[in-house]
């Protein structure tokens, strides 16, 4: 799963949350929603396992041009800026590689994460 996707996925089955990573898996960043969506741990390090190269990239934030990795610019974009998580997603596209691969946990492996629950 793409990063834009898990952050578009995730905004479905959570509340927004503001400099809040997740709260009770009802609540949640663009992040936190990202990581729900990919069935990771709610976490950096679950993060940083499916989604590592947006740690390493750098891009310029669209609304005041700060440069950041895309990991930062995502949490800047909802605490900072008050973007919803879909246009988060939305841009998070627009720096992502076309043909961007992640890993995957175990529990999607055999397809029992959550997008094979929501499939």
């Known amino acids: 799963m793409r990063l834009s996707e898990a952050i578009r996925l995730g905004a479905l089955i959570t509340a927004p949350g503001v400099r809040v990573f997740v709260q009770k898996q ?3 960043c663009a992040l936190g929603a990202a990581a729900i969506a990919a ?12 989604f590592g190269w ?21 949490i800047h974009l909802n605490d900072c800026h008050n973007m ?14 076309p043909t961007t691969s992640t890993a995957r ?11 094979a629950s929501l499939g």
Do not use: N
Request: charge should be negative; aromatic fraction near 4%; charged fraction near 25%.
């Open 54 to 74: 947006a740690a390493s990239t750098e891009a310029s934030c669209p609304a005041c041009d700060v440069r950041r990795t895309v990991l930062e610019l995502v």
């Open 26 to 28: 009802e609540k949640a």
């Open 84 to 97: 919803p998580r879909e246009e988060i997603g939305c841009w998070v596209a627009t720096v992502e590689a």
């Open 105 to 115: 946990s175990d529990d999607d492996a055999q397809g029992t994460g959550m997008a």
């Open 39 to 50: 069935g990771t741990s709610p976490d950096l390090y679950g993060l940083m396992r499916y």
